[in-house]
């Protein structure tokens, strides 16, 4: 271990409180594992609680030592610092990875409990739109399902086709128990019905947002989600069949996207009108770097192709961070700054978050640990502080920077994909970091959300609840809403705890007299 730190678990002491003991000549750092069934990470300070010293006799040799409640660690790991009025004067500003066996056993059954639990979830939330999201004559899904899984609607949005193509595909590459045939199938006959009718105007690639059961436009939107869409089904069809076609497919459509957003966005039928001010919503860069992982994804030629077009997502989305860092706006000008009214107030809490995981999955992948730092503070913790409903949880669709009433009549509901974005985000934030804090507001999210929106009778979730938490539409799918978020952050979640649970080294019982003495308050040794 690193610096001659030697970690230590004792108990007792004043009230019998447990204390975990990092001895060193200048506390200069633990390595994974370190000390028996302990686990730490790079150490920068050192320093006592105020009022405790060693017990005599009870650590030989000990040099300078920390002596740390466990269940301070939380706050210490990234704060730091002499907080008397908190932590009793300790100065600290190591990590917070050091966890007693009998705390990481709890932790392990915890994690595992929670992988069951999600992985449960998504069996079932897939059945529902196995079982009644198919159309066996042409081909695609559909997505306006009632409660029951009863289609009310068989307008096809292209988005959410792609979607569930995509979902499908995923699901078939990651997880062993969904490499069945008939999902396989499924998703290449929603593959073949985009390539038919998704495109308005073939060669050109615009693509309709509503089409009709058959494949016929009804509607188009001037923005590029649909097409992001149709690339990320594209891109994993060909992952999972090695046809090249459906690759050729995504990288055509993914270079049109690329050319509306930086070059000439005339293509999407947008008229420029003279008063609409000029403005950068984040939706808009968030899509593209999801767009960049999902094209580079082990393939390290398109990954390089898309590096700068990666980094200049990820300083797109951070300049949505303003007012001092204090408030993650959803609209910016387009050199980065403040828009007025009610445009340059709003916030949407859920995919600030969502943006949150995108961007921290860009920073570990690029190694950079000061964005990731960044990302944590501002686009996980900031929103979520602002955007948690203290009275009756649960994330706020809307809200006002300045704490004005929003505009938007459903401002105030609570929807089910913010719910999504939250656990995948405060997951993903605490397998890089080790930061307890980020998993308790994991549980605290998924407990929220799988109390309020499962549906225990007939599977999948309700997407819309009113501010106290009460189903306001029981449809399972709709315009918005389809074989998507839910399920997505259901697979992440599973994934992200088994790896979890994975790192947890093995708990073994500490041998007879291996740990010292209890340190004991001051004077009254």
Same mark, same amino acid.
């Given at each position: 271990m690193s610096g001659g730190l030697r970690v230590w678990q004792a108990s007792g002491g004043a009230g019998g409180r447990e204390v975990v003991v990092l001895e060193g000549p200048?506390?200069?750092?633990?390595?994974?594992?370190?000390?028996?069934?302990? !686990?730490?990470?790079?150490?920068?300070?050192?320093?006592?609680?105020?009022?405790?010293?060693?017990?005599?006799?009870?650590?030989?040799?000990?040099?300078?030592?920390a002596l740390v409640r466990t269940r301070a660690w939380g706050d210490l790991r990234y704060r730091g610092g002499w907080d008397p009025e908190r932590r009793g004067g300790l100065w600290v500003s190591c990590a917070?990875?050091?966890?007693?066996?009998?705390?990481?056993?709890? !932790?392990?059954?915890?994690?595992?409990?929670?992988?069951?639990?999600?992985?449960?979830?998504?069996?079932?939330?897939?059945?529902?739109?196995?079982?009644?999201?198919?159309?066996?004559?042409?081909?695609?899904f559909f997505t306006c399902l009632g409660r029951d899984g009863k289609v009310y609607d068989d307008l096809k949005y292209v988005w959410l086709q792609g979607r569930q193509v995509w979902m499908y595909c995923h699901l078939y590459r990651k997880f062993e128990r969904?490499?069945?045939?008939?999902?396989?199938?499924?998703?290449?006959?929603?593959?073949?019905?985009?390539?038919?009718?998704?495109?308005?105007?073939?060669?050109?690639?615009?693509?309709?947002?509503?089409?009709?059961?058959?494949?016929?436009?009804?509607?188009?939107?001037?923005?590029?989600?649909?097409?992001?869409?149709?690339?990320?089904?594209?891109?994993?069809?060909?992952?999972?069949?090695?046809?090249?076609?459906?690759?050729?497919?995504?990288?055509?459509?993914?270079?049109?996207?690329?050319?509306?957003?930086r070059e000439d966005p005339s293509g999407l039928g947008r008229p420029q009108l003279p008063g609409a001010p000029a403005s950068d919503p984040m939706a808009v860069p968030m899509m593209l770097l999801n767009l960049v992982e999902q094209l580079g994804e082990s393939d390290e030629e398109l990954a390089g192709n898309y590096a700068e077009l990666g980094d200049w997502c990820a300083q797109r989305i951070l300049q949505h961070v303003q007012r001092d860092g204090q408030a993650v706006l959803e609209n910016v000008s387009e050199d980065g700054e403040e828009l007025p009214g009610c445009l340059g107030r709003h916030?949407?809490?859920?995919?600030?978050?969502?943006?949150?995981?995108?961007?921290?999955?860009?920073?570990?992948?690029?190694?950079?640990?000061?964005?990731?730092?960044?990302?944590?503070?501002?686009?996980?913790?900031?929103?979520?502080?602002?955007?948690?409903?203290?009275?009756?949880?649960?994330?706020?669709?809307?809200?006002?920077?300045?704490?004005l009433c929003p505009t938007q009549l459903e401002w105030a509901m609570k929807l089910w994909w913010p719910h999504c974005e939250a656990m995948i985000a405060f997951l993903m934030g605490y397998s890089d970091s080790g930061d307890p804090a980020l998993l308790q507001l994991f549980y605290q999210v998924a407990e929220y959300t799988f109390r309020q929106f499962r549906d225990p009778e007939y599977g999948e979730w309700f997407g819309y609840l009113n501010r106290e938490g009460r189903v306001v539409l029981t449809i399972k799918g709709g315009p918005f809403k389809g074989c998507f978020h839910v399920p997505r952050c259901l697979a992440m979640c599973e994934e992200m705890l088994g790896a979890l649970l994975s790192r947890l080294p093995p708990v073994r019982a500490p041998r007879a007299g291996s740990l010292p003495a209890a340190p004991a308050p001051r004077g009254t040794e």
């Open positions: 200048r506390f200069g750092g633990v390595s994974p594992g370190a000390g028996p069934g302990l !686990e730490g990470s790079p150490a920068h300070g050192w320093g006592n609680p105020k009022g405790w010293v060693p017990r005599p006799g009870g650590l030989r040799e000990m040099g300078q030592a917070s990875k050091f966890r007693v066996p009998q705390d990481m056993e709890k !932790e392990r059954e915890t994690l595992q409990a929670w992988k069951e639990r999600v992985g449960q979830e998504l069996d079932r939330v897939m059945a529902f739109w196995m079982d009644h999201s198919h159309d066996q004559e042409h081909g695609g969904f490499r069945r045939p008939e999902l396989l199938d499924s998703a290449k006959a929603g593959g073949e019905f985009l390539l038919r009718s998704a495109r308005v105007a073939p060669p050109g690639k615009k693509c309709a947002f509503v089409l009709t059961r058959d494949g016929r436009p009804v509607k188009v939107q001037r923005t590029i989600f649909s097409e992001c869409f149709y690339t990320m089904a594209m891109n994993e069809l060909w992952r999972v069949t090695g046809e090249a076609h459906y690759q050729i497919e995504a990288v055509e459509m993914m270079d049109q996207i690329v050319h509306w957003v916030q949407n809490p859920g995919h600030a978050l969502e943006a949150g995981w995108f961007l921290l999955r860009h920073a570990i992948r690029k190694g950079d640990p000061e964005l990731r730092a960044h990302v944590v503070d501002k686009f996980l913790l900031l929103p979520f502080r602002s955007g948690w409903d203290p009275d009756h949880g649960g994330l706020f669709y809307f809200q006002d920077a300045d704490g």
